[in-house]
T-cell receptor, first 116, second 109 residues
Framework: GAVVSQHPSWVICKSGTSVKIECRSLDFQATTMFWYRQFPKQSLMLMATSNEGSKATYEQGVEKDKFLINHASLTLSTLTVTSAHPEDSSFYIC????????????FGPGTRLTVL | GIQVEQSPPDLILQEGANSTLRCNFSDSVNNLQWFHQNPWGQLINLFYIPSGTKQNGRLSATTVATERYSLLYISSSQTTDSGVYFCAVKAGTASKLTFGTGTRLQVTL
């Protein structure tokens, strides 16, 4: 149980284009999902917290107009990188909380974005 | 915000050896998780352990919340244990996890 999927697993795009990444909880409902970014040989850095039906909460230094987050249902959150630039190239990982006593987070397999 | 540091940053083991990874955190926590990130980037949940001791096969973990640290024990290491191990903590009322600096483990034959 508690499986999280992401799509696509990797994407290459041209500078200036927008890319949408989907995060789905497959076997549970997730009122809260999270988006992280990880650069090579570094730890995960939280970008934003996404709550179903409300606006996302962004961490300091993360541009909300550049990284658009939508959490329209209890099983789906999307991250859109708008007007992507080479410096946005990174590994993007989502996670979800399976509601319950423990609030344990489960992570998706990640999406590797390369902007040319 | 809360600081989470892991040690050692890098570790090379011969297959069959045992190891202990440490996670120190700077404030009280109400959630602590250990993860293994495999070479493909997938984070695998190892333990949810805000306090106490748990064991799962060759792995075990202990969190001493009052002293603000957690330990992950790997016994009889295998090459498939290679990867990066992260601890992550949740403090206060926030639902977000703060990740540690990670320990990169390489198990050789």
């Amino acid at each position: 149980g508690a499986v999280v999927s992401q799509h696509p697993s990797w994407v290459i795009c041209k500078s200036g284009t927008s890319v949408k990444i989907e995060c789905r909880s497959l076997d549970f409902q997730a009122t809260t999902m999270f988006w992280y970014r990880q650069f090579p040989k570094q730890s995960l850095m939280l970008m934003a917290t996404s709550n179903e039906g409300s606006k996302a909460t962004y961490e300091q230094g993360v541009e909300k107009d550049k990284f658009l987050i939508n959490h329209a249902s209890l099983t789906l959150s999307t991250l859109t990188v708008t007007s992507a630039h080479p410096e946005d190239s990174s590994f993007y990982i989502c996670s979800a909380i399976a509601s319950g006593v423990y609030n344990e987070q489960f992570f998706g397999p990640g999406t590797r974005l390369t902007v040319l | 915000g809360i600081q989470v540091e892991q040690s050692p940053p890098d570790l090379i083991l011969q297959e069959g050896a045992n190891s202990t990874l440490r996670c120190n955190f700077s404030d009280s926590v109400n959630n602590l998780q250990w993860f293994h990130q495999n070479p493909w980037g997938q984070l695998i949940n190892l333990f949810y352990i805000p306090s106490g001791t748990k064991q799962n096969g060759r792995l075990s973990a202990t969190t001493v919340a009052t002293e603000r640290y957690s330990l992950l024990y790997i016994s009889s290491s295998q090459t498939t244990d290679s990867g990066v191990y992260f601890c992550a903590v949740k403090a206060g009322t926030a639902s977000k996890l703060t990740f540690g600096t990670g320990t990169r483990l390489q198990v050789t034959l």
